[in-house]
């Protein structure tokens, strides 16, 4: 077997490189749980309470039975009454999973000092739900662009808003900044440059600043030359880049897509979200779909459909292995997560039983291989990091643990 140890040698020479590229760009899932979706709250409409009254606004629209969500998504009786009870329980608990501050398209163009004085109130109500133990588990800000015409703009709102967070010590891992309609790669360049600066400014730990990068141009799936640029934006974040957001409306727009035809599952939707996730597969950077802009206001009628709509928008964007979206209203609560729910639990048993053949060498009729089984076990454990799965059902169905579950995922341990 000599000749196979030094051709082995020899192949560990020639592929070095390509073996220390491949595990830089392509390190795997970063240990961290991915909120299932994002609120947008504009700028001046936000405070320290906020999130409070986003819930409250919630479970009364969701109200006080099980009959409207049930009625609304034609769902069996028991089946309404159980989403129903976890739901409520969610809203109570942690209505927001992430929350961004807009300063962008839904908080529009203001005089100079008005943005300021926003953005210097808003990272103050932010920094004290931080200190007060009630921030949600991600937020952040959404700035204006770097084009050009609105650079400055955005380039100074957020310098005021991190400073603001870092004298008062609240800048925190669940921290975000969402970078808008990116048109080249050398936007993303420029956006490790500015986030290293206000780093150095204020003294934080550098990289602590990480971003997203909003896709909602044709200049981001495709590039002057032909080529594919999201895989090279990510590339060009040096690690910051923590997730990839499709922007429906903006992005259908430039497009020509009519408005009436706008929509997370036209086809260009679709195209654009598949050129994401070629992108961000093996990266550790999240997939987030975008918002449905009809909303669950109105008569009794007008609700439902909304709803319906809602529920069914992310019910695709799940079964296509998409877990997050935008939620812009918060009567679109309910459905997020009645519909997230759904999804978890509608195959958890199924799941269950395919881990736990997996595990002890049975049989559940199924020929599952490592991938496979690590793919399960990431939806069980994306189910019990939102509530739509409890830890005792885990143990019941699989005998892992959380921590034993997460293994199987491949999820590295966060020391």
Known sequence: MTHVDDLAGELDRLLAAADAKLAARYPGDRGVRQPVHTVYVPADRYDAGTVGDWGSQARAALGDAPAGLTEALDLSADLGAELYERVRAKLEREPIEDLRIDFEDGYGT?????????????????????????????????????????????????????????????????????????????????????????????????GSLPFEIQVETPQAILGPDGTALIARMISAGAGRVTGLHYGTYDYSASLGVAAAYQSMDHPVADHAKDVMQLAAAGTGVFVSDGSTNVLPVGDRDAVHAAWRLHFGLIRRSLARGIYQGWDMHPAQLPTRYAATYLFYREGLDTAGARLRAYVTGGNSGYLDEPATAAALAGYVLRGLECGAVDPAEVDKLIGVDTAGLAKLARRPVRS
């Open 110 to 206: 203001r005089p100079d000092e008005q943005e300021d004085a926003a953005a210097v109130d808003a990272a103050r109500a932010l920094a004290k739900t931080v200190k007060a133990g009630s921030a949600t588990p991600y937020h952040g800000l959404r700035i204006k662009s770097l084009e050009a015409p609105s650079r400055r703009r955005g380039l100074r709102t957020l310098d005021l808003f991190v400073r603001e967070l870092a004298d008062a010590d609240a800048i925190t891992d669940g921290f975000v900044i969402t970078q808008p309609k990116v048109t080249s790669v050398e936007q993303v360049e420029a956006m490790v440059v500015v986030l290293s600066t206000i780093e150095r400014a204020y003294d934080l730990t550098a």
